[in-house]
Each structure stands twice: as structure tokens, then as C-alpha cells.
């Protein structure tokens, strides 16, 4: 399998001094999407977690929404010319049940690690019909629980720790307990992740979750949220216009700038407690 990190020499200056080093990156391969042996997609990632990632993808794209539709995960042997497994390709095989997905989700460009709505026609394509509804969802939540929410994700990066250039993406429980990080070089790749993981322990939708990401909100993210179910996204950094809106419209709770002791909340504020609503 891929490596997380690699290995390359650096020329470091500072304050004048020069000198040569090694240094640890992020690794960033390409990692082609299959359903039932037919290619689907092609996206950039950090190497790890690569069956949550591909699940989690279909989760999104609402081809899959349970454990029961998804009858197997596997690498693709053959993937060379030679008969060699390259570790970059992975299959998912569909339950009877599941009809494959729609044509039109194919792509024939790859979706990079910065942007995986690379290639989507329209707003229209990605506003994809949830199974689930957040509107309803019971969660409640304090702005002091909210602010502990970086650091715990922080604390459990082991990744960026060596390489400083991961992002992150932390589904905590409503106490505030951290169920599951995956990190990446994308955004939403470490959200598929998280979102994989949970559809193959059987814990979608997931209801009373909130999803902590170290970037910014963009509308994906939105999505992809709505999508699994989780009720309630936070991001240290700011959320686009069309993300409010996918929040707000899908009675999602959207939170911004968390840092420190202090947030902006864009969308679902009643879920915030004792929050006064001028």
C-alpha cells in the first residue's frame, strides 16, 4: 500500500544560515473509484483509509446509504500492465438491491485533492436528495462544548504532526468524544472517510453527530454532511456563501471560525443552547 509520508531533501534558510535537510510530506497519489469493475471516478488523496474513502465518496453521490448496500470493498488486482496491484484502485461491489450508479456521475477527468466538485455542470447536480433529514434531529449543543472541538482534533492529528500539510475531519459524539479522524491532502477526502467508516460500522445516519474539519465549509462539505446525516458541521475557517445556503435549506447547524472561545454560527442557531436569538 501507499505511503502516508514521504521522504524528500530540503534547503532550508533561516536568519541567513543555510543548510540541507531531510523532510517528511504528505504523500498525494491518484486512487481510481470502481462500482461492480466499472471505473467511476478518479480522485487525488493521501494513501490510508482508501475503502472508507471509497464508500464514503458513494455515500455522498447517494448511490449508497447502509452497511446492507454494500457487498464488498477491495483493491484491484491487475491494476498494471504486468498483473501488479498498485493499491490504487479500488472496486465496490454493490448488493443486489442497489441499482448502479447514474451515468452521468462518471467522470472522465479526476477530481483533485483541492476541489471535488471539479467538473460538476451545475448547482443543480449537487444538490443530490438525501435519505436522510437533519432538520429534525435532537441534537443540542453549548457554545462551551463547541470550543473544545479543535483542540481534541488536533490533539489526535498524527499525521500533520510530521508533515504540517494534512487537513483533517473529527466526527464527535454530543458529549463531545471523538469517534473517528481521518486526515488527507483534500477535504473532502478525510470527510468520505469519516463518513465511510461510519456506513461500514453500520453507523448511518448518523444522528446526534457533529462533524469538526480543520479548513474552511464549502458547500461539499455541506452536502456530504447532510448526505450521512450529521446534524451539525464546524469548521475552524470560513463557509461559503452556497454552503450557508445548503445549511439553512437543509436545516443543517453550520459553524464557522471556531477558534479559541469564539464562532460564528451561519445557519441552525437553535440547536446552539443558550444562545439568545436577537
Not at 514521504?6 to 535537510?21: F, S
Not at 491532502?185 to 465511510?196: C, F, S, T
Not at 455541506?222 to 436545516?251: E, F, H, R, T, W
Amino acid at each position: 500500500m501507499g505511503r502516508v509520508t514521504v521522504g524528500r531533501p530540503v534547503l532550508r534558510i533561516r536568519d541567513g544560515v543555510v543548510a540541507r535537510r531531510p523532510d517528511k510530506l504528505a504523500a498525494e497519489e491518484p486512487m481510481e473509484i470502481r462500482v461492480n469493475g466499472r471505473p467511476l471516478t478518479v480522485t487525488m488523496r493521501t494513501p490510508g483509509g482508501d475503502f472508507d474513502l471509497a464508500v464514503g465518496f458513494l455515500v455522498s453521490e447517494g448511490v449508497v446509504h447502509s452497511a446492507d448496500d454494500v457487498a464488498s470493498v477491495r483493491y484491484c488486482a491487475g491494476a498494471t500492465a504486468d498483473g501488479g496491484n498498485t493499491y490504487n484502485v479500488v472496486d465496490v461491489g454493490l448488493a443486489a438491491h442497489v441499482p448502479p450508479p447514474d451515468a452521468s456521475l462518471e467522470r472522465s477527468f479526476y477530481t483533485t485533492s483541492s476541489c471535488g466538485l471539479c467538473g460538476k455542470a451545475s448547482l443543480e447536480a449537487v444538490r443530490t436528495s438525501s435519505a436522510w433529514s437533519v432538520a429534525d434531529d435532537t441534537l443540542r449543543v453549548t457554545p462551551e462544548l463547541l470550543t473544545i472541538l479543535p483542540e481534541r482534533l488536533r490533539e489526535a492529528q498524527r499525521v500533520f504532526d510530521s508533515t504540517g500539510g494534512l487537513h483533517a475531519a473529527g466526527l464527535f459524539d454530543a458529549e463531545g468524544n471523538l469517534l473517528c479522524i481521518r486526515e488527507d491532502v483534500g477535504r473532502h477526502n478525510a470527510v468520505d472517510k469519516v463518513i465511510g467508516h461510519a456506513l461500514r460500522e453500520g453507523m448511518v445516519p448518523l444522528r446526534n453527530s457533529m462533524l469538526m474539519v480543520s479548513g474552511r465549509a464549502s458547500f461539499e462539505l455541506v452536502q456530504k454532511a447532510v448526505m450521512a446525516g450529521i446534524p451539525l458541521l464546524a469548521a475552524v475557517s470560513a463557509p461559503s456563501s452556497l454552503a450557508v445556503d445548503l445549511a439553512d435549506d437543509n436545516g443543517l447547524t453550520l459553524v464557522g471560525f471556531l477558534r479559541g472561545s469564539s464562532m460564528n454560527v451561519y445557519a441552525g442557531i437553535d440547536r446552539i443552547e443558550a444562545v439568545p436569538v436577537g
